[in-house]
């Protein structure tokens, strides 16, 4: 009995397992039902090799037999249109290479060589932009006190921080160290590349006030002094508190002049405009020959373009300028006759490629290019579908210097960067290679640190005292 019982016992066990194992494996079948059920078909990448268009239905036959013209399958896609003008010409006026010269083109920034000519056959390599300081009340010597208000007026595109500081310099040496009054500023001023006189004129009110200058006016300060060797300001600490507010007014009549702020040459002012390409030196300069139109008319009449070879938009390259290569070709030897009256070269006012910061200081800066381009550039990244000109002269090794002219528009501007830098190479290389011109850099901040304080009266026709 016992026996049986043990036997019954390890069939129900087998029968046990038996039906675990044959539920487990159903469940595991439906599970794999499922999942192909929901599973996305794996995509196929491979692509037909003939491209088919749907079977047309058939059409009536026409009575008169027509040529249908043939349809791609695919249609090709638009040309991309890069326009190119090119002038390359020896110095006596032989044409090396040329394209499109008679087709106007956007220059961009290379508009500031034209503002650059109008510039110095107007005022002359010597000439320096004044800002003046007056005043209208009375001064207390005993308490270095001015009871009324201080005025300050001018149109120096290169006025800056440190040149605030030294007119605060030269007050003190005056005297004058408090202003009971408000800051007045003539609508014309402008300070730190601010075309806003309200905010130029903050500038300076804070510049003044050692107590209120920041730190950029105080490092601006000291590096110009460092640089030339002006111990005896760095000892000093300048100042004039103004107690009042800033107000933007004309010079009232009757004031009298405290002291006139010389810049540095416009020789010098050009070379730093033209190396950075500054935008708003080259607009505050082109505002004192009238505008982009009285640059214009100039460059049309002395040089005696036909019309519709220059015209211009602004005197600094933004926005939409028009001129020809071959017109751009006389802007740049008019430049270059210019500077030679005073015994000048295009590398007094131009950058230097790989040698002068801004521009082209990271373009021919191999061993035998650095040097051998002097050249202004232009670039605009949206107007007329991007823009890069580059216009100049190159010295090759066999002693010859040539005059270039190169615009690119509608394009990649780097491209159109390494297609300039190409074209150079090949011709140097045509002539020996690349061969540097005779260049000593100055430092660029040095060249703006040559101002001049005097305390000569102010020039009605410079300052427009009551109107300006």
């Known amino acids: 009995m016992e026996k049986r019982m043990t036997r019954q016992s390890s069939w129900n066990k087998i029968a046990f397992t038996f039906s675990l194992l044959v539920l487990l494996t159903l469940a595991q079948t439906h599970a794999l039902a499922q999942t192909k059920t929901t599973e996305q078909p794996s995509p196929n990448y491979t692509r037909p090799t003939v491209l088919t268009r749907p079977v047309a239905q058939p059409q009536p036959i026409p009575s008169q037999p027509t040529t249908l013209p043939a349809t791609p399958d695919i249609a090709p896609p638009a040309p991309v249109i890069i326009t190119h003008g090119l002038l390359v010409e020896t110095l006596d006026g032989k044409i090396v290479a040329e394209q499109g010269v008679h087709q106007g083109y956007n220059p961009a920034s290379a508009v500031k060589l034209g503002t650059a000519l109008a510039a110095l056959k107007n005022f002359g390599v010597d000439h320096r932009f004044s800002t003046a300081v007056w005043t209208t009340g009375t001064f207390d010597r ?9 005025i300050v007026s001018g149109r120096d595109p290169s006025f800056h921080y440190e040149h605030a500081v030294m007119v605060a310099r030269e007050l003190n040496k005056q005297g004058i160290r408090v202003v009971t009054g408000d800051l007045i500023v003539a609508p014309g001023f402008t300070m730190n590349f601010d075309w806003s006189a309200q905010s130029s004129g903050n500038h300076f009110y804070d510049t003044l006030d050692a107590t209120r200058r920041s730190a950029a006016a105080s490092r601006a300060w000291n590096e110009e002094r460092s640089l030339v060797r002006d111990t005896a300001s760095l000892g000093s600490v300048p100042s004039v508190s103004v107690m009042g507010a800033v107000y933007v007014n004309a010079v009232p009549a009757g004031a009298r002049t405290l002291l006139v702020h010389r810049s540095s040459k416009l020789i010098d002012v050009l070379k730093v405009l033209l190396c950075y390409s500054n935008n708003f030196m080259a607009e505050r300069i082109g505002d004192t020959l009238g505008g982009a139109s009285g640059v214009q008319h ?46 000048l070269s295009p590398s007094d006012i131009m950058p230097v490629a790989g040698i002068d910061p801004g521009t082209l200081q990271k373009r021919y800066t191999d061993f035998q290019s650095r040097g051998s381009v002097i050249a202004k550039t232009g670039t605009l990244i949206r107007t007329d579908g991007g823009v890069s000109a580059l216009v100049g002269q190159m010295r090759a090794r066999n002693g010859e210097t040539l005059l270039f002219v190169i615009f690119h528009q509608r394009g990649n501007v780097l491209r159109f960067r390494e297609s300039q830098d190409a074209l150079i190479a090949q011709i140097q290389n045509t002539r020996g290679g690349p061969a540097a011109f005779n260049y000593r850099p100055l430092a ?25």
């Open 444 to 468: 660029l901040s040095m060249r703006l640190a040559t101002t001049q304080l005097d305390q000569l009266p102010a020039r009605k026709d410079e300052y427009e005292p009551g109107s300006n």
């Open 142 to 150: 005993t308490t270095g006190t001015i009871t009324g208000d201080l």
């Open 298 to 343: 100039y460059l049309t009449k002395e040089l005696k373009l036909n019309p519709g070879e220059v015209r211009l938009a602004s005197t600094s390259g933004l926005g939409v300028n028009r001129v020809t290569p071959q017109a751009m070709m006389k802007i740049f030897r008019a430049l270059r006759n210019e500077l030679a009256r005073y015994k």
